[in-house]
């Protein structure tokens, strides 16, 4: 792996002023939680009104189903007041649930028997609000309800505003803002893609489901043996959420979307959006009158694109996002590979934001030229034998063509990043990059510091299955937030919110003119020249 460019620019980026600045990027969090029942089962509850609306609500939604809820941070530079804004999300929800309620503490799902147990969520009566509706239940026809209801983690960065005129000399680039910032982030984006296979390893968590799990995906898969009482996995996984039985599947495993420049990116995420699918074709729009999926396009709209990193600009009202993109480029990047962490209250910790914080840099400032379609194909397999089989230690990934075993390239991945980290802690009271390095290189010294073999080993230590051990972290947790409550004038603070949210999503339905059917045609007419 070389370096010598890493290492110059580093050099250029130490005798700046602005070094301070490495680490006051804006680091923000959307984290998936499924509401279950005491018992056990997935809540069948509609999303909780004291909660606001999913629809207009800033910082409290639902993801794919009625029951899974999204929390959304602010971007803050400092890491603390991210979680600390994601700890009152939480300490406020348990405040308005039902004491029989709480919130799931693994990725992977539990509580259901069949695909038709999870439901789907609702947003009301408007237009836009039935689009996401329609859009989730062209996602069941497609792939199945189950996959849908896995939860996640999605981090989003975005580099300090006073860098990018330094990172324009540092990589002596002559371009606009705009162009400069997506050719960055875009070189970010490609790194992320080939480096990936290293955060599954470190941070994946899903290692073993329940027997439904695999029913509901079409049975027990090869390679899974029994851990625990109706519990299967893979003996080495580290994130069976990334694997094959999670987010991927056999349609989009055939797509080819760019990252070698915003343009091709735009360009090509359109045409999977604008191109007729057969199978989806099959399916059909609508049946006796009601509609079963948005349109028969490979993609019905951008985010059904699974992808471990999203170059993302915020869309005005019912603009799309490639056209958002297109016209005012890339605001910050979303990584979406991450699984929720079981033993931590949010699912995440400042340590592992450091980590991913300066993971992130080191993706910018390492060489990172285009991707061609057959190391594509190399990067699909290396995140897949990492999510699969990350912690066999005769694991081989494939570095420019030739085997390398895991640990050795992950050693490497760290040993660069340590004069980073480094130069990040300069301006800190503590070092706190290099301690969050310094937890990484433990788990690549012993694979059995990795959660995703805690998982395995607490459920073996207490005699679980993985609904027994979901379920008492999960009740572990809830205890904590539960006896933690906001103070008043927070509480005051987030109960206006839900009410200013529930006001606004009546004033979008009091406002629709068009019918759905016109204003869908309005939407999907969008197209990547009408930027």
């Known amino acids: 792996m070389n370096t010598d460019h890493f290492h ?3 050099e250029s980026l130490a005798h700046d002023s602005l070094v301070h600045d490495l680490s006051n990027g804006l680091k923000g969090l959307e984290k998936e939680s499924m509401r279950i029942t005491a018992a056990g089962r997935l809540a069948h509850s509609p999303h909780p009104v004291q ?3 999913a629809l207009t609500h800033p910082h409290i939604t639902t993801d794919y189903s009625e029951a899974l809820l999204e929390f959304i941070t602010p971007p803050f530079p400092d890491a603390t007041a991210t979680l600390s804004f994601l700890e009152d999300i939480h300490r406020f929800v348990y405040q308005m649930l039902p004491e029989d309620e709480l919130l799931l503490a693994t990725s992977m799902p539990i509580g259901f028997e069949q695909d038709e147990d999870i439901p789907i969520a609702r947003y009301g009566s408007s237009n836009i609000g039935k689009m996401k509706h329609i859009y989730r239940v062209g996602l069941a026809h497609r792939y199945g309800r189950t996959m849908q209801a896995i939860a996640g983690i999605h981090f989003n960065f975005s580099l300090a505003e006073s860098l990018w005129p330094l990172l324009g000399e540092v990589f002596q680039l002559s371009l606009s803002p705009k162009d400069l910032r997506a050719h960055l982030y875009f070189s970010l984006i490609r790194n992320l893609h080939r480096y990936g296979w290293l955060l599954l390893y470190l941070f994946g968590a899903s290692p073993a489901v329940n027997g439904q799990f695999l029913k509901c995906r079409g049975g027990i898969p090869e390679g899974f043996v029994e851990i625990s009482s109706d519990t299967y996995g893979m003996p080495h996984a580290t994130s069976l959420r990334m694997s094959d039985i999670g987010y991927k599947n056999k349609t989009q495993a055939g797509l080819h979307i760019s990252l070698n420049s915003l343009e091709e990116y735009v360009t090509s995420l359109c045409h999977a959006i604008e191109t007729p699918h057969p199978p989806y074709q099959a399916i059909g729009v609508k049946r006796g009158g009601e509609y079963l999926q948005l349109n028969t396009n490979i993609l019905q709209i951008e985010n059904e694109y699974y992808s471990p990193v999203r170059p993302k600009q915020i869309a005005e009202s019912c603009e799309k996002p490639t056209l958002a993109l297109k016209r005012r480029g890339v605001r910050y990047v979303e990584i979406r590979a991450l699984d929720i962490n079981p033993f931590d209250p949010l699912g995440i910790n400042q340590g592992q934001i450091h980590f991913l914080e300066a993971f992130l840099l080191f993706c ?13 194909r190399v990067i699909h397999a290396n995140l897949l034998a990492s999510a699969q089989r990350g912690r066999d230690p005769s694991l081989d990934l494939l570095l420019e063509d030739r085997p390398i075993p895991l640990h050795l390239w992950a050693t490497e991945v760290l ?22 390095l310094e937890r990484q290189w433990k788990k690549v010294h012993d694979p059995d510091e990795t959660p995703s073999a805690r998982v395995v080993k607490e459920m073996k230590t207490h005699g679980e299955s993985f609904d027994q051990f979901a379920m008492r972290l999960s009740k572990t947790h809830a205890d904590y937030f539960r006896s933690h409550p906001l103070e008043p004038s927070q509480l005051e603070w987030f109960m206006k919110l839900a009410r200013q949210s529930l006001e606004e999503q009546e004033q979008i339905e009091a406002k629709d003119s068009l019918s759905f059917d016109q204003f869908l045609h309005r939407y999907l007419s969008q197209t990547c020249q009408a930027a």
């Open 8 to 10: 110059r620019r580093l």
């Open 51 to 53: 909660l606001g609306s």
């Open 364 to 376: 910018l400032l390492h060489d990172s030229p285009p991707i061609t379609q057959a190391e594509n």
């Open 415 to 436: 040993q660069a990043m340590e004069p980073l980290c480094q130069l990040m802690d300069t301006s800190l009271p503590i070092p706190v990059y290099l301690d969050s």
